[in-house]
């Protein structure tokens, strides 16, 4: 039993390792500010890989708003296929080198920055260790966001997103 703990990360390198790294063609010239891109409604829509799984959809939906001490806070309803909704809360605030973010399925600090039509986050999950990095692009029209996630779990991938999120509000604010 314990050789099967000690493996099981390797037999889930290959099925990661042979996904396509998503990354779209074209980027907005605009910079991604998430309190200018998620202020009021957004609804994201992706496909998640987990190693020794099918592919799952994901259904986000998103309300944002500026809070009176200055912060933004977006929340989040999650849908997965199998699963009971989930709700999550993101709590942000612009500093001078980068963003000051807790979340509610974060375990200790989130970095994030703005990289001009990029906005990349890290922090650890909960749960099990796991770590999630996420990279946010700004697509042309600045209404369209692709979400590009990977969970890894001691340094290694085990899953996957690929995420469309589109501002139900029309073009972000500048």
């Known amino acids: 039993m314990r050789r099967l703990v000690l493996a099981a990360p390797l037999l889930f390198t290959g099925c990661l390792a042979t996904l396509p ?3 779209p063609a074209a980027v907005s010239s605009s910079t991604l ?8 409604r957004t609804r994201g829509t992706g496909t998640l890989v987990v190693r020794g799984q099918t592919e799952e959809i994901v259904r ?11 912060t933004f806070r977006l929340d989040q309803t999650i849908v997965q296929e199998d699963a009971a909704p989930r709700t999550r809360t993101w709590f942000m605030a612009a500093t001078g080198g980068g963003y000051r973010a807790t979340l509610t399925d974060a375990h200790g600090r989130v970095t994030a ?11 650890a999950m909960n749960r099990w260790g796991l770590a999630m990095e996420q990279t946010l692009t700004l697509l042309p029209g600045d209404t369209l966001v692709h979400n590009a ?12 997103l690929a995420e469309r999120i589109v501002r139900l ?4 604010r500048r």
């Open 21 to 23: 790294a998503a990354t």
């Open 169 to 172: 509000d029309g073009p972000m």
């Open 60 to 70: 986000v939906e998103s309300r944002g708003q500026a809070e009176p001490n200055g």
């Open 33 to 40: 500010r998430p309190e200018a891109f998620f202020d009021g």
């Open 113 to 123: 920055r703005t990289d001009g039509p990029r906005f990349r986050i890290r922090y």
């Open 149 to 160: 996630a990977t969970v890894r779990w001691l340094g290694l991938p085990v899953a996957r």
